[in-house]
């Protein structure tokens, strides 16, 4: 049976989970075409804020990427706007003339913000906040600082004032109503919240009118109804949005406030089915991402085939995404006569929790503060249970009620529905989550979130993913600590997030602004935020010797005699007569005992006395020998075979490429230590299949590996891909690192990387995308800048000397009982 043709005119979110139900249901019923007006494969639309604040990239947030594309045979047309749609012939027509034609048309055209027609609004400067496009704008405009006006104090316009003053800029936010959020707050909880953000530095200005905004050839200010007027470089209009309906209106289809449909989303044409923003079901339009997954769903039962799946319309629960501040909402929480109020006030914890109730039912529930409770309400909500005898308790939360809730938490989770919505981000039920843990035999945090989308965007769910998986798994679930160490409750991933999301520059500020529980952190968090600000921060954090640990310190590999090996770089394993003789001079000179050759085909001086430390290495620097870093979490050894130079199997250089490849990635710190390989055929005697990026040399070209291990545990490398020239080879492997340097745990080696964050994940970052392969590379550039320096150099010219200078000599240096021991290669 040939497949149909189906074309989907966007690239939201809304089509991409349809696909997923639809590929999952009947994958080899449709070749599918996709334009997308934008030019990018589907993103995470409501994570743009994580983005804007720092606390994500938009690589974190792509949910479909080229390989995914690629995997299920899509035609994906980026940049391609559709202009118009010929029902009769059938043709879907783009601006470029590009035309597709359809057995079934989907319609996901979203929605667009609406910009207030004031004077002043079409100059430069005047931003909405829909897309990555407004994203990337916010950022260059924070980046030449000043103030920010933002108009629309709702969910958007909170969010993108949040990340612009987390990226230093002034901020004032200009809200038409009364109160902030009052769609989805009561004027207590929106007081709470103007207080909360008045306390971040954000001014906040309540029953604002916008008359105009100034500027002759851009944004200088906005000047308000009641002739106030506020200097700014930047406005963002966040007010709303309007569902994108022109182009089903000029193809004839129904429309009213959005493209109309029948409950199971197709519209007036049975052969066209609209999902997203820009569909109305019954009369509502959406714009929560809930509802819009439950849309997706209902259509793709119907384009796979008989269903009688029907959309259903449910309250949806509000949360704003502000680390920090913690809100829910959900119903209706208007007032009423036939309406009553149950209130909660805590000043002292800042908390404020309302729930709203209608012939003894909740209708409604806000909560601002302590939130944990914002589910219960809402499972009491869609139940419609008679809450008449837990009346006086109800607003102290499900711990308070009968039945032993309170002493066993996770009976809150047992008493949720199989229904009840667990990650409103990606509209995750608690019986999709069980199910899948059943039939997938998921045992981990991370598997759940690879097969379910749980917890994969924000976050703030994991707890309750976590519960739900101690129900479902009974004494066999196991949760890792999420700490780093005593001294935090935050595990490495919140840490390194927080740390670019508050724009947090050094240890104190870290440990201060992060709650640190003990007074300068210890022994394992110390050189895990060490290494986190380096990363994070190139050229701005200076780095903290005394976080480090003692073979740092020194650059030289303690032993267990006290005394040091020294290891010095030999470019691709490659050396010359003079490096031997000048090594050779220095063994004789301090009586250096014992002299090996290292795994990393490098030669370690074993036995050097640490007051002698400075004074070999200024002998090895008069012969042109560099630390070979034996000691770090960086770049170790680029371990090469002869290659074509020599050898008759050779396919390629692979020593010039090994000695390119360590003069440009030396000295860059990473989350633990780095060994790469190049080898000159497939025969592999640089044996690059276990190391942390390996190069197999191929007559093609080059085959790229990663992800191996030869240590404790044992790992055979994972293939990238294979590119055909040098140039590739080394932005691959930099682009790579730079990666794991932004995304690795303190100690975590590559391979265990990739496991947490998936190979695919970094296959589609490095080797499919080439603008994200590009940005990666170009920050690794830029970090080197300031990683490059030989640090036997410096300590020979008088840095750190306290190192070196014994308090007491009593003879022979002792080694510490507890000494750190550490293999050279």
């Given at each position: 049976m040939s497949k149909q043709r189906l074309v989907i005119i966007g690239n939201g979110m809304a089509p991409g989970r349809l696909l997923e139900h639809l590929f999952e249901a009947a994958p080899d019923a449709y070749d599918v075409t996709i334009f997308n007006a934008e030019p990018r494969v589907n993103y995470d639309r409501i994570m743009l804020s994580p983005v804007l604040s720092g606390e994500k990239t938009f690589e974190d947030i792509i949910i479909h990427g080229d390989a995914w594309y690629e995997g299920h045979g899509i035609t994906l047309h980026r940049g391609e706007k559709v202009t118009g749609i010929d029902r009769e012939a059938r043709i879907v027509t783009g601006a470029s003339g590009i035309t597709a034609a359809y057995d079934k048309l989907v319609i996901a055209t979203g929605s667009s913000p609406f910009i207030i027609p004031v004077p002043g609004h079409k100059l430069p400067g005047v931003l909405a906040y829909r897309d990555l496009d407004d994203v990337d704008g916010m950022l260059r405009a924070a980046d030449r600082g000043g103030r920010a006006v933002v108009i629309g104090g709702g969910l958007l316009g909170l969010e993108a004032a949040a990340g612009l003053k987390s990226r230093g800029m002034d901020v004032t936010v200009l809200h038409l109503m009364p109160t902030l959020m009052e769609r989805q707050l009561d004027p207590a909880a929106g007081y709470l919240l103007q207080k909360e953000l008045e306390s971040r530095g954000i001014e906040v200005r309540c029953g604002a009118n916008t008359k105009a905004i100034l500027g002759e050839r851009e944004v200088e200010g906005v000047e308000l109804e009641d002739g106030t007027i506020i200097d700014a470089s930047l406005v963002v209009m966040a007010v709303g949005i309007r569902p994108a309906v022109d182009l089903a209106r000029e193809a004839g289809l129904e429309v009213g406030r959005g493209i109309q449909t029948d409950f199971a989303m197709r519209t007036s044409d049975p052969d066209i089915f609209s999902v997203g923003e820009c569909a109305e079901v019954d009369g509502r339009v959406y714009g929560l991402v809930a509802p819009l997954y439950q849309m997706a769903k209902v259509a793709a039962e119907h384009l796979s085939g008989v269903s009688e799946a029907a959309f259903t319309h449910a309250e949806t629960p509000t949360k704003l995404k502000v680390t920090g501040i913690n809100l829910y909402?959900?119903?209706?929480?208007?007032?009423?006569?036939?309406?009553?109020?149950?209130?909660?006030?805590?000043?002292?914890?800042?908390?404020?929790?309302?729930?709203?109730?209608?012939?003894?039912?909740?209708?409604?529930?806000?909560?601002?503060?302590?939130?944990?409770?914002?589910?219960?309400?809402?499972?009491?909500?869609?139940?419609?249970?008679?809450?008449?005898?837990?009346?006086?308790?109800?607003?102290?939360?499900?711990?308070?009620?009968?039945?032993?809730?309170?002493?066993?938490?996770?009976?809150?989770?047992?008493?949720?529905?199989?229904?009840?919505?667990?990650?409103?981000?990606?509209?995750?039920?608690?019986?999709?989550?069980?199910?899948?843990?059943?039939?997938?035999?998921?045992?981990?945090?991370?598997?759940?979130?690879?097969?379910?989308?749980?917890?994969?965007?924000?976050?703030?769910?994991?707890?309750?993913?976590?519960?739900?998986?101690?129900?479902?798994?009974?004494?066999?679930?196991?949760?890792?600590?999420?700490?780093?160490?005593?001294?935090?409750?935050?595990?490495?991933?919140?840490?390194?997030?927080?740390?670019?999301?508050?724009?947090?520059?050094?240890?104190?500020?870290?440990?201060?602004?992060?709650?640190?529980?003990?007074?300068?952190?210890?022994?394992?968090?110390?050189?895990?935020?060490?290494?986190?600000?380096?990363?994070?921060?190139?050229?701005?954090?200076?780095?903290?010797?005394?976080?480090?640990?003692?073979?740092?310190?020194?650059?030289?590999?303690?032993?267990?005699?006290?005394?040091?090996?020294?290891?010095?770089?030999?470019?691709?394993?490659?050396?010359?007569?003079?490096?031997?003789?000048?090594?050779?001079?220095?063994?004789?000179?301090?009586?250096?005992?014992?002299?090996?050759?290292?795994?990393?085909q490098r030669i370690d001086l074993l036995g050097v006395k640490k007051a002698d430390l400075p004074a070999v290495w200024a002998d090895l620097n008069a012969a042109g020998l560099v630390s070979g870093h034996a000691y770090a979490k960086g770049l170790r050894t680029v371990k090469t075979c002869v290659g074509s130079t020599w050898c008759r199997f050779g396919t390629q250089d692979?020593?010039?490429?090994?000695?390119?490849?360590?003069?440009?990635?030396?000295?860059?710190?990473?989350?633990?230590?780095?060994?790469?390989?190049?080898?000159?055929?497939?025969?592999?005697?640089?044996?690059?299949?276990?190391?942390?990026?390996?190069?197999?040399?191929?007559?093609?070209?080059?085959?790229?590996?990663?992800?191996?291990?030869?240590?404790?545990?044992?790992?055979?490398?994972?293939?990238?891909?294979?590119?055909?020239?040098?140039?590739?080879?080394?932005?691959?492997?930099?682009?790579?690192?730079?990666?794991?340097?932004?995304?690795?745990?303190?100690?975590?080696?590559?391979?265990?990387?990739?496991?947490?964050?998936?190979?695919?994940?970094?296959?589609?970052?490095?080797?499919?995308?080439?603008?994200?392969?590009?940005?990666y590379y170009e920050r690794f550039v830029l970090s080197q800048k300031f990683s490059q320096s030989d640090p036997w150099s410096e300590r020979v010219s008088g840095v750190d000397k306290h190192e070196f200078k014994p308090l007491a000599v009593f003879g022979e240096d002792l080694a510490p009982a507890t000494a750190k021991v550490e293999p050279a290669e």
């Open positions: 909402s959900v119903g209706d929480f208007g007032d009423g006569p036939d309406r009553e109020d149950v209130v909660l006030r805590d000043a002292a914890r800042g908390s404020y929790r309302r729930v709203i109730l209608q012939d003894n039912r909740v209708i409604g529930a806000v909560l601002y503060g302590d939130v944990a409770d914002g589910m219960w309400y809402n499972e009491l909500l869609k139940s419609g249970e008679d809450v008449s005898k837990m009346r006086d308790t109800l607003i102290f939360g499900q711990a308070h009620q009968g039945g032993g809730v309170a002493a066993d938490p996770l009976a809150a989770v047992a008493n949720l529905s199989d229904d009840a919505e667990i990650c409103g981000c990606n509209g995750i039920c608690k019986g999709k989550i069980v199910q899948a843990i059943n039939e997938k035999g998921l045992t981990s945090l991370g598997e759940v979130r690879a097969h379910t989308k749980a917890s994969a965007s924000c976050g703030t769910c994991t707890g309750l993913v976590e519960a739900v998986m101690a129900l479902t798994l009974g004494d066999t679930f196991a949760k890792k600590a999420e700490g780093m160490c005593g001294c935090t409750d935050l595990g490495h991933g919140e840490v390194r997030r927080l740390i670019k999301a508050q724009g947090l520059k050094s240890i104190p500020a870290v440990m201060q602004e992060l709650e640190w529980k003990s007074s300068h952190g210890c022994a394992k968090c110390r050189p895990a935020l060490n290494y986190y600000l380096l990363s994070d921060w190139p050229g701005e954090y200076k780095d903290d010797q005394q976080s480090r640990f003692i073979n740092e310190r020194v650059h030289a590999n303690i032993q267990k005699d006290g005394t040091y090996s020294v290891v010095p770089r030999m470019w691709g394993g490659m050396t010359s007569s003079d490096e031997l003789r000048a090594i050779a001079d220095v063994v004789d000179k301090f009586a250096i005992p014992d002299v090996k050759v290292t795994g990393g692979s020593t010039g490429l090994g000695i390119k490849l360590e003069k440009f990635l030396w000295g860059s710190w990473t989350p633990a230590k780095v060994k790469l390989a190049v080898t000159g055929c497939p025969r592999n005697c640089a044996e690059a299949t276990c190391k942390d990026i390996g190069v197999i040399c191929v007559e093609s070209g080059y085959e790229i590996v990663y992800g191996g291990a030869a240590g404790l545990h044992i790992q055979g490398t994972t293939k990238l891909g294979t590119v055909a020239t040098e140039e590739e080879v080394i932005e691959i492997a930099a682009a790579m690192t730079q990666m794991y340097r932004e995304q690795g745990f303190y100690l975590e080696r590559i391979y265990k990387w990739a496991d947490r964050v998936g190979y695919d994940t970094v296959k589609a970052a490095i080797l499919d995308d080439l603008e994200s392969r590009r940005a």
